[in-house]
């Protein structure tokens, strides 16, 4: 009913998210590494650099993770302190850092299930494994982490900026200028440039994570895949999401002691895996470890929600929001924008009960009733967080995004008239989308019903998307 639509307006706003910042071209990226005070370890030099070290500050992060980029800076200064202060033991802190998207085997090896974690320790401790050394729980601020190693040597550490030491100043933020602000309204092409490629990508990149579940999380996978079964826009994933939920008993039972190696090797996208090795296509960003993975995160569920059948179940609405429960509380590895995600997911999904209601604090349920709810849920949670990071940028002075892909607000009224109320110009301000739109997005499906006609589960894909061999 809705199919044509949904497939418009999900162009629409992939077009948006995708090539907002087109008329900035002006603007240099700046594709140098950021200098830093930690050194880079690797599952090749981790024993020999820490071997010897007394006492060793280790960040492990993934360089996709914004809130990793964002908190940078922040490792960079108390790296850059460590290096230049002596403990009562007359010893230094050797920082380093781990990039667990280029090292896998190490990071599994710690088991690192969120990003960033840090760990504290002798360098012989964190050459016996993670169970010798200290994890850092809290506040990861400078004085947090210096608290934390206060803590365990019984140390007093305070931190000096460097600039007011008697050294000329010298910051160790090295920090990004910020760019000029644009003085034209970016201009988006006139074709989406969303790709089928990145979306298998990064349904791969996550079920890499997914299959390091634990037998606590057997519910959870089954919860994600069962929703890649009938709306992931890749046929091969979706075959692959189909066998697994469809044989999910046979390949994991519910009775096992341990997770079985027929899920372990599953995969979920067969025939894609060469595309993990290739560049991403659309969600290609303009300077090192910006845009990627979480640009494929954010169109895959764009386009799950748009690619849901026509005829699903009265049960749409629970068995999605079940899916992002799942990924946000199980799955996604940056702590703290998971922390934002299931909190935003949850007031989204549910409403504070009334004050006459004999309920103490329970929220009542306030689930997507049908597709275009769905569409506009994911719509309205990339928003929000596109707003806090682009925050967070300015006021960390990271400027961790992507300067060329500014992070915005989609749709404009512009771009999708049916997402706004009456009230336009209040709403195109803030870039809200309007649940309210979907009387009116109901009144032009069915104006456009005759014209649609009945369309197949695989739509074919916009810009000469790769076709897909069944």
Known sequence: M?????TSLLACFLVACLQLGSAAREIKPNNSPRKTSSADLTFKTFNKALENEAYVLV????????????YAPTYDAISAFLKDTKLSTG????????????????????SIQRYPTIFFGSGSQFLKGPSSVK????????????????????ESLKYVHPSKKSDPPASPLNLTPL??????????????????????????MLFETIRQANLTQRSAVLDIVSVFAISHPSGRCRRGAD?????????WPASSTDVPDAFSTFRICPGAEPLQKQPWRACKGSKPDSRGYTCGLWTLFHALSAQLPENEDAHVGEKFVKMLKAFGTHFFQC?????????????????????????????IPNLPKDKMDLVLLVWKMHNVVNTRLAEEEMTTHSFSGDPLYPKGQFPSHQQCKVCFRNTQTEDEETG????????????HAREERNESGKEGRDKQKEDGERKEEE
């Open 91 to 110: 010893k230094n802190v050797f920082p380093a850092k781990v990039d667990c998207v280029t090292e896998k085997d190490l990071c599994k090896l710690f």
């Open 243 to 251: 066998r697994l939920s469809s044989q999910f008993d046979l390949i």
């Open 432 to 443: 809200k989308v309007d649940e309210g739109g979907k009387a009116a997005a109901d009144t």
């Open 335 to 363: 702590s703290t924008c998971r922390d934002h995600f299931l909190v935003m997911l949850e007031d989204f999904t549910t409403d504070v009960p009334p004050p006459s209601s004999n309920e103490m604090t329970t929220r």
């Open 135 to 154: 994890e850092l729980h809290g506040d990861r601020s400078i004085n947090g982490v210096l608290s934390f190693i206060n803590d365990l040597m019984m």
């Open 2 to 6: 809705w199919s044509k639509l949904l």
């Open 179 to 204: 760019p000029a602000p644009l003085s034209t309204t970016p201009t988006l092409p006139s074709k989406s440039v969303w790709h089928i490629d990145d979306v298998e990508k990064a349904t791969m």
């Open 59 to 70: 960040e492990f992060y993934s360089s996709w993770c914004p809130a990793c980029r964002n």
